[in-house]
């Protein structure tokens, strides 16, 4: 039997039981796949980050991230909590990745501020809509308003091959139709993409953005805040806003979180809290 470090964090949050949690594995060298899967599934939490030292100075730490069905290509708030857990006494703990290129985690703050690659949108197109339809020939608009209480207008769709997920953007009318938003998650289930409602927030919500994210395609139906949304939603809504400057976001699932997004360049840098909640031992 193998006795692994386990430690579970509440990521963008500034208390225990708000955020989104992820399991933080660190490794001394990789399990095989199958078994980093099952343990993901065993965590049944939406990502779970397994590191191993890094072999050179470039990095610190070579980082992948699981679901409980699927490994996934950039994972925001495990890496943030990953940071959280290995940053020790440096100033900033730099990851390898297998696709998201390299990300860094550094102090910020009473926080610790996450850099990752911006992901640029773009309105879609009648070529784009082939990559966002459900088994069925229903698109994505239709499958996210299906119930007809999410909004009075259909919301505006934008798309994002190029980053290292492909992402679909819902612009909304405003907070309440972000709020109301009931999809269809069996159909949304049949299509490989990260899904996100976002708005303008309303009048005093002491944020500027509200937004939601599905990803059941991946194992999550509602991830509760997800920081490879906001690599895209940081990207457009500094130019939706005309905004050079840091941008406050909530996240509106049922556990909620709250981030602040600004864009540098060609980058997003993320800024939020963690809470260490477990720690202990999985033995297999």
């Not at 980053?163 to 009931?182: F, H, P, S, W, Y």
């Not at 005309?242 to 980058?267: M, N």
Request: charged share 25%.
């Amino acid at each position: 039997m193998t006795e692994l470090r386990f430690i579970q964090v509440d990521a963008f949050a500034d208390r225990p039981l708000t955020g989104n949690p992820a399991a933080v594995m660190p490794l001394d060298a990789w399990l095989p796949n199958e078994v980093m899967q099952a343990i993901a599934l065993e965590n049944n939490l939406s990502e779970t980050a397994f590191t191993v030292p890094a072999e050179d100075d470039a990095v610190d730490y070579n980082l992948r991230w699981f679901t409980p069905t699927a490994e996934v290509r950039l994972c925001g708030h495990a890496t943030l909590a990953a940071g959280h857990v290995l940053i020790g006494d440096r100033d900033v703990v730099r990851f390898r990745t297998r696709s998201a290129g390299l990300l860094a985690v550094a102090r910020g703050g009473a926080g610790y501020a996450l850099d990752l690659t911006a992901a640029r949108m773009r309105p879609a197109s009648e070529a784009d809509l082939k990559d966002v339809i459900a088994r069925d020939g229903a698109g994505i608009v239709d499958i996210i308003t299906h119930d007809g209480a999410s909004d009075s207008a259909p919301p505006e769709l934008y798309l994002d091959r190029s980053g290292a997920e492909k992402t679909a953007i819902l612009l909304m009318a405003d907070e309440q139709a972000v709020r109301r938003c009931r999809p269809d998650l069996r159909r949304l289930g049949e299509i490989d993409v990260m899904a996100i409602i976002t708005a303008p927030a309303d009048a005093g919500a002491g944020y500027d953005v509200v937004s939601r994210v599905f990803v059941p395609a991946w194992g999550v139906d509602e991830d509760p805040v997800t920081g490879s949304a906001h690599a895209a939603l940081t990207a457009f809504w500094s130019e939706k806003l005309g905004r050079g400057d840091a941008i406050g976001f909530h996240q509106a699932s049922k556990r909620g979180g709250h981030l602040t997004g600004r864009l540098d360049g060609e980058r997003a840098i993320l800024t939020g809290k963690c809470v260490t909640v477990i720690e202990g031992v999985m033995r297999i």
